[in-house]
């Protein structure tokens, strides 16, 4: 008897009435792409605070189903799940120096002591004290963990739900080798690992090169799934070599164009009454914006400097703190500005700044000629610029953002520059944080050597909303099969009626025991409304039990196809069966 009650309770659960599905029929307001807007509309999500969710039974289904994929392709390779703590103490980011350097994202807490703490962001220290204590030998090596834990970042603008939130799902894993050999193997191990997971969560991805940011490293490199979620990362790629990189990596090459020839005017100084921008200077000297040049000033921890690139190019902060050996940089304010330049915001140039203030240049910037650029004094501009003439950059490097069209470092053939959403990142980390942790084991022949790390992470929750933005039409989500939340709902168009209630349950109950996650909506609604509801939450297989089972037929209709196909009710648990497989 205990066995047929649990059975009749899970049963109960697998019926749309008892399931807590909350779905709209109209767009949320704060939700700006598509898969913040259907998972908010299908009753996967709802939101408590800026950035912060509460997982809804379905949405928790699939984000699940992504966790078991994880799972099995990590401990494929080798992987062994630990939990590590949340909550960090703050020595062990000192240690490495990373509770400066990681900046305001960090979530920082004290207890009741005084004593600080991190929510954890991520978990290079901890892991790093974990095996500096317990791996001593070469004999020990290597090793592999992982842990799919929240994690917790401070994002100054939250968005796009679960793309860019407070608090999200994460899979990071941390492998210890020997020598950079060894390394290499546990990466190339862990890349395939990531190509299979993402492919059995139906997701299309694009692997770029990347920048390492604060987790530090050589070379990285991010799972990227294309989409149009502008406002995300974008990435420029080669669709002949096929290279691709993120644009803060992407490295810009050029031809000399003759897009400004050398001349022979001289400097002159010319009022720019209220002319501040490229856009307005350009058209009120009727000069091209590439050949004009763009100055902001830039705070590179205690150093304030000035970059340089042509008018018609942005500046890549990414690539110019690196240049500068700096972690980030951050642009100057109206005050420092005014302090360095002598002028209001918007008249900045090369030419005539503060003593001290050392100038990045981009490598086009050296190939203008009678250019123009701030006057660094208001309302005025220079005219007939000549770079090495007029000012000596302190340092010529490629500090601009990529375009569309600009020739890819490889093969030359222009690129493509597109909306992307990270969805995963391996990096090799080497001996960052082994040597400032001092996390060493001893080789054969008793000599002590620092560990050598690569780390990777996967967002989980990211994934899922990645996984709706290529799957999904304007009805709803079209979850692929491997992490949908069921793979089929019985749908009687009229529950009351005897015959198809009796039909559906009977079809519910065989589909189940064959092990196949399926659903019984058994609601008294419309058949309108339930059919809308099916399609919005995306399962993948619908079995429509209407007038037509006095005939002994039913209608199946798979989510990504349009048109619905009639089924003799004998037979349909077969092709569902074989639809599956």
């Given at each position: 008897?205990?066995?047929?009650?649990?059975?009749?309770?899970?049963?109960?659960t697998?019926?749309?009435?008892?399931?807590?599905?909350?779905t709209?029929?109209?767009?949320?307001?704060?939700?700006?792409?598509?898969?913040?807007?259907?998972?908010?509309?299908?009753?996967l999500?709802?939101?408590?605070?800026?950035?912060?969710?509460?997982?809804?039974?379905?949405?928790?289904?699939?984000?699940?189903?992504?966790?078991?994929?994880?799972?099995?392709?990590?401990?494929?390779i080798?992987g062994?799940?630990?939990?590590?703590?949340?909550?960090?103490?703050?020595?062990?980011?000192?240690?490495?120096?990373?509770?400066?350097?990681?900046?305001?994202?960090m979530?920082?807490?004290?207890?009741?002591?005084?004593?600080?703490?991190?929510?954890?962001?991520?978990?290079?220290?901890v892991?790093?004290d974990?095996?500096?204590?317990?791996?001593?030998?070469?004999?020990?090596?290597?090793?592999?963990?992982?842990?799919?834990?929240?994690?917790?970042?401070?994002?100054?603008?939250?968005?796009?739900?679960?793309?860019?939130?407070?608090?999200?799902?994460?899979?990071?894993?941390?492998?210890?080798?020997?020598?950079?050999?060894?390394?290499?193997?546990?990466?190339?191990?862990?890349?395939?690992?990531?190509?299979?997971?993402?492919?059995?969560?139906?997701?299309?991805?694009?692997?770029?090169?990347?920048?390492?940011?604060?987790?530090?490293?050589?070379?990285?490199?991010?799972f990227?799934?294309?989409?149009?979620?502008?406002g995300?990362?974008?990435?420029?790629?080669?669709?002949?070599?096929?290279?691709?990189?993120?644009?803060?990596?992407a490295?810009?090459?050029?031809?000399?164009?003759?897009?400004?020839q050398?001349?022979?005017?001289?400097?002159?100084l010319?009022?720019?009454?209220?002319?501040?921008?490229?856009?307005?200077?350009?058209?009120?000297?009727?000069?091209?914006?590439?050949?004009?040049?763009?100055?902001?000033?830039?705070k590179?921890?205690?150093q304030?400097v000035?970059?340089?690139?042509?008018?018609?190019?942005?500046?890549?902060?990414?690539?110019?703190?690196?240049?500068?050996?700096?972690?980030?940089?951050?642009?100057?304010?109206?005050?420092?500005?005014?302090?360095?330049?002598?002028?209001?915001?918007g008249?900045?140039?090369?030419?005539?700044?503060?003593?001290?203030?050392?100038?990045?240049?981009?490598?086009?910037?050296?190939?203008?000629?009678?250019?123009?650029?701030?006057?660094?004094?208001?309302?005025?501009?220079?005219?007939?610029?000549?770079?090495?003439?007029?000012?000596?950059?302190?340092?010529?490097?490629?500090?601009?953002?990529?375009?569309?069209?600009?020739?890819?470092?490889?093969?030359?053939?222009?690129?493509?520059v597109?909306?992307?959403?990270?969805?995963?990142?391996?990096f090799k980390?080497?001996?960052?944080?082994?040597?400032?942790?001092n996390?060493?084991?001893?080789?054969?022949?008793?000599?002590?050597?620092?560990?050598?790390?690569?780390?990777?992470?996967?967002?989980v929750s990211?994934?899922?909303?990645?996984?709706?933005?290529?799957?999904?039409?304007?009805?709803?989500?079209?979850?692929?099969?491997?992490?949908?939340?069921?793979?089929?709902?019985?749908?009687?168009?009229?529950?009351?009626d005897?015959?198809?209630?009796?039909?559906?349950?009977?079809?519910?109950?065989?589909?189940?025991?064959?092990?196949?996650?399926?659903?019984l909506?058994?609601?008294?609604?419309?058949?309108?409304?339930?059919?809308?509801?099916?399609?919005?939450i995306?399962?993948?297989?619908?079995?429509?039990?209407g007038?037509?089972?006095?005939?002994?037929?039913?209608?199946?209709?798979?989510?990504?196809?349009?048109e619905?196909?009639?089924?003799d009710?004998?037979t349909?648990v077969?092709?569902?069966?074989?639809?599956?497989?």
């Open positions: 008897m205990a066995t047929q009650a649990a059975e009749s309770v899970w049963a109960e697998m019926k749309m009435s008892q399931v807590y599905a909350p709209l029929r109209e767009n949320p307001a704060e939700a700006e792409i598509a898969s913040h807007r259907l998972m908010l509309r299908a009753g999500l709802r939101k408590l605070s800026a950035g912060i969710y509460t997982y809804l039974p379905l949405g928790y289904r699939t984000v699940r189903k992504i966790m078991q994929i994880v799972r099995e392709e990590m401990e494929r080798g062994q799940e630990v939990m590590m703590p949340v909550v960090q103490p703050a020595e062990l980011w000192h240690e490495t120096g990373r509770w400066v350097d990681y900046g305001d994202e979530m920082k807490l004290k207890d009741r002591h005084s004593r600080e703490f991190a929510l954890g962001p991520t978990h290079e220290e892991i790093t974990l095996v500096r204590s317990e791996i001593n030998s070469y004999r020990q090596l290597p090793v592999m963990m992982y842990q799919i834990q929240n994690k917790y970042r401070d994002e100054i603008r939250p968005r796009f739900g679960l793309i860019r939130g407070r608090e999200f799902i994460m899979k990071d894993a941390y492998s210890f080798d020997r020598d950079q050999t060894g390394l290499d193997h546990s990466y190339d191990l862990v890349y395939q690992a990531y190509v299979r997971i993402f492919e059995r969560c139906g997701l299309n991805t694009k692997v770029v090169e990347a920048d390492a940011g604060a987790i530090g490293g050589s070379d990285t490199h991010e990227m799934v294309i989409t149009d979620a502008v995300e990362a974008e990435i420029a790629y080669c669709d002949v070599c096929g290279y691709a990189a993120n644009v803060e990596k490295v810009c090459t050029f031809e000399p164009s003759g897009l400004a050398e001349t022979n005017e001289e400097l002159k010319v009022d720019t009454p209220g002319q501040r921008t490229i856009e307005e200077v350009s058209a009120f000297l009727n000069i091209p914006p590439h050949r004009l040049m763009k100055t902001l000033i830039y590179a921890g205690s304030v000035a970059a340089v690139v042509r008018g018609d190019h942005e500046i890549n902060e990414v690539k110019l703190a690196r240049a500068l050996g700096v972690l980030e940089v951050e642009l100057a304010n109206e005050e420092l500005i005014a302090q360095v330049t002598k002028a209001p915001v008249f900045a140039g090369p030419i005539g700044l503060a003593d001290g203030v050392p100038i990045i240049a981009d490598l086009e910037v050296m190939e203008l000629h009678g250019a123009v650029c701030g006057a660094n004094s208001a309302d005025q501009h220079y005219r007939g610029v000549e770079p090495g003439r007029d000012f000596a950059p302190d340092t010529v490097v490629d500090v601009r953002m990529v375009g569309a069209d600009d020739p890819c470092p490889k093969c030359k053939a222009p690129l493509s597109a909306s992307g959403i990270e969805v995963g990142h391996v980390l080497g001996k960052k944080y082994s040597q400032a942790m996390a060493t084991f001893l080789d054969e022949a008793g000599q002590e050597h620092p560990l050598v790390m690569g780390c990777y992470g996967i967002g990211r994934t899922a909303a990645a996984v709706i933005e290529q799957h999904h039409d304007k009805n709803g989500i079209i979850w692929p099969i491997s992490i949908a939340p069921y793979h089929v709902i019985v749908v009687p168009v009229n529950y009351k005897q015959q198809q209630r009796q039909a559906a349950e009977d079809l519910y109950r065989a589909v189940e025991d064959l092990g196949i996650e399926v659903i909506d058994d609601r008294d609604e419309r058949p309108g409304v339930k059919f809308k509801d099916a399609d919005l995306g399962i993948p297989i619908r079995v429509v039990v007038k037509r089972i006095g005939q002994g037929q039913v209608e199946l209709k798979l989510r990504w196809e349009d619905a196909e009639i089924v009710v004998n349909v077969g092709r569902i069966q074989s639809i599956l497989r």
